[in-house]
């Protein structure tokens, strides 16, 4: 073998090592980062609101990991929410952004079965799927999936979709309940 061919060899072995070692570390890294953004997203509340100025709470977490935004633009987390974020990320707690500070007491949708025309506007609005209804039939709210977050209102051509004041025996989960065993 002719030293040419002897140190191509060599470069070649060694692209491949430092390769294979660039993306274990690349992987390793983007999977932490995957993990921080998850744990974010775990304690927002999953309203899926937009009212942060992100259009769900996933790309909310990922904009604070990344330092995009601050922690302090989710109205419906409040100030536990807020607390929580700062912990996890190692910041000191602020108040809620002044802007969001208006923002309303939790809400549910109502649907007006009387003027629903079916149209499915409203369900392909909602984040968490709360509403259920089929084309041409009148639809309705799964108010312990409802997060009030108004998504629904304005794709309605009928406005049969209000929003009232959640009763307190019923939370927002945005996620679906869990299974009971009997």
Excluded: W
Aim: proline share 9%.
């Amino acid at each position: 073998m002719s030293t040419t061919a002897a140190a191509i060899a060599v470069l070649a072995g060694l692209a491949l090592l430092l390769g294979g070692l660039i993306a274990a570390i690349s992987r390793r890294l983007g999977n932490r980062e995957a993990d921080a953004v998850e744990r974010l997203n775990a304690v927002l509340p999953q309203t899926q609101c937009a009212q942060c100025g992100y259009p769900g709470c996933r790309p909310y977490a990922a904009a604070m990991l990344a330092g995009e935004v601050d922690i302090n633009r989710c109205p419906p987390g409040g100030e536990a929410t807020i607390a929580d974020l700062a912990r996890l990320l190692g910041r000191e707690p602020v108040a809620l952004a002044p802007e969001l500070q208006g923002a309303p007491p939790p809400q549910v949708a109502v649907i007006d079965e009387r003027r629903c025309i079916g149209c499915t506007l409203c369900l392909k609005a909602c984040p968490v799927d709360a509403i259920v209804g089929a084309a041409q039939y009148m639809h309705t709210v799964i108010e312990a999936e409802c997060t009030g977050c108004e998504l629904c209102l304005a794709p309605c051509p009928v406005d049969c979709i209000d929003l009232v004041p959640r009763a307190a025996s019923v939370p927002a989960t945005g996620r679906l309940p869990a299974p009971t065993q009997s």
